[in-house]
Structures are given as C-alpha cells and as structure tokens.
C-alpha cells in the first residue's frame, strides 16, 4: 500500500524537479539570449576585449573631467553588487548627513563658478546603491565643468549626454535619465573605441 503512494509522488518528484529545475531555467535563458542578448549578459561593456564596466551597474567616478554618478551607500565598497541595497538611513541620521556633505563640497571644489542649486540624485544614492543613471537635470548641472576641463565646447557635451539620455517611461512615469557610463565612455571616445558585443 505504502509503494502504490511512494513510486507515484517519487515520479513526481523527479519529473518536477526536471522541469523547473533544468528544463524552465534552459529555455528562459536560452529565450533571453537570443531576443535580448545584450541584456542577458549583463549589458557588459569591453574595451580591447577586456569588461570595463556594465551599462546597468553604476560605476564610481571621482575625476572632474567626467560626468558623475549617483553616490553608493553599499558595504563594504562603493557599487558593490552583491550588496545591492540603500542606506536606510534617516534624514536625522549623521552618516548620511555627512555623505550629503562631503558630496557637496566635492562638487562645489570640482566647480567653484558653478552656482546653479546642485540636483538632489548628485549627493543622495539610489534605493539599490547601484543605479548607472542620473537625471537630465544632474547631467546638465556638470556640462560646464566637464567642457571646461575636455577642452570642448558645452554644446557639444550637451549633445553627448543628450545621446545618451532616455525619456520617462511610457511618456508618463519618472524623470528623463542619462547613462553615466554611456556619456564618459563617449567622451573619451575620440581616443579609444569600446563595444558592448563581444
């Protein structure tokens, strides 16, 4: 009696464990590779056939010539992926104030001319700690002293960044956005090529 239940709920068992365990996981990725291949790889960006980044991990840039990111409150490293999270930490709270701070004066001593009010995604981080984007408004605050320091003119970054710049979603929801990645990659272009299809 028992081995006319055991046999039954071990086919089973096994049969299951085969589809969602091998079977589900095989197709989806094998779907993602093929309709989304940049994607299903990490969107991961190469330079001389080496990664150099991800168009979907934000990077920590610090060098005045370049556009900067958010900030990342993840531990123990800055942009750590496997630690993908916010601060959580109150407005009240001293480490965050003193992050806000320090972003701050970074951005002011990087731009002493600039006195434009600094937009809030330049010296907050993201939910996840990770986000490769900053809002057009973030972007554009940095175009004077990225074109200062390149030796080009603003127009000519503007039209980098807006290259590079995706609409809100839907035509409704969020704020345009800027791949900081995509436009220091761009501005250095003119002296080394990078793909994202290797």
Request: proline share 6%; glycine share 6%; no cysteine.
């Given at each position: 009696?028992?081995?006319?239940?055991?046999?039954?709920?071990?086919?089973?068992?096994?049969?299951?464990?085969?589809?969602?365990?091998i079977l589900y996981p095989l197709s989806v990725t094998g779907i993602a590779r093929v309709l989304f291949s940049e994607r299903a790889n990490g969107s991961l960006v190469y330079r001389d056939g080496n990664p150099?980044?991800?168009?979907?991990?934000?990077?920590?840039?610090?060098?005045?010539?370049?556009?900067?990111?958010?900030?990342?409150?993840?531990?123990?490293?800055?942009?750590?992926?496997?630690?993908?999270?916010?601060?959580?930490?109150?407005?009240?709270?001293?480490?965050?104030?003193?992050?806000?701070?320090?972003?701050?004066?970074?951005?002011?001593?990087?731009?002493?001319?600039?006195?434009?009010?600094?937009?809030?995604?330049?010296?907050?981080?993201?939910?996840?700690?990770?986000?490769?984007?900053?809002?057009?408004?973030?972007?554009?605050?940095?175009?004077?002293?990225?074109?200062?320091?390149?030796?080009?003119?603003?127009?000519?970054?503007?039209?980098?960044?807006?290259?590079?710049?995706?609409?809100?979603?839907?035509?409704?929801?969020?704020?345009?956005?800027?791949?900081?990645?995509?436009?220091?990659?761009?501005?250095?272009?003119?002296?080394?090529?990078?793909?994202?299809?290797?």
């Amino acid at each position: 009696m028992i081995r006319e239940h055991v046999k039954p709920a071990i086919v089973s068992f096994l049969l299951l464990t085969f589809i969602t365990g091998i079977l589900y996981p095989l197709s989806v990725t094998g779907i993602a590779r093929v309709l989304f291949s940049e994607r299903a790889n990490g969107s991961l960006v190469y330079r001389d056939g080496n990664p150099i980044g991800s168009l979907l991990i934000g990077q920590h840039f610090d060098d005045p010539k370049y556009l900067w990111g958010r900030i990342s409150l993840t531990s123990p490293v800055r942009f750590n992926a496997a630690a993908s999270s916010g601060s959580n930490l109150g407005p009240s709270n001293s480490v965050l104030v003193d992050a806000v701070k320090a972003r701050i004066e970074a951005l002011k001593a990087a731009d002493p001319d600039n006195t434009s009010p600094i937009p809030v995604d330049l010296v907050t981080s993201s939910a996840s700690g990770l986000d490769p984007h900053i809002s057009l408004v973030a972007a554009y605050y940095q175009i004077p002293r990225v074109a200062r320091l390149r030796g080009l003119s603003q127009d000519t970054v503007r039209s980098i960044v807006r290259k590079h710049s995706s609409n809100r979603f839907l035509g409704l929801l969020g704020e345009p956005v800027v791949n900081v990645l995509k436009v220091n990659l761009d501005l250095d272009s003119s002296k080394m090529e990078y793909n994202t299809d290797i």
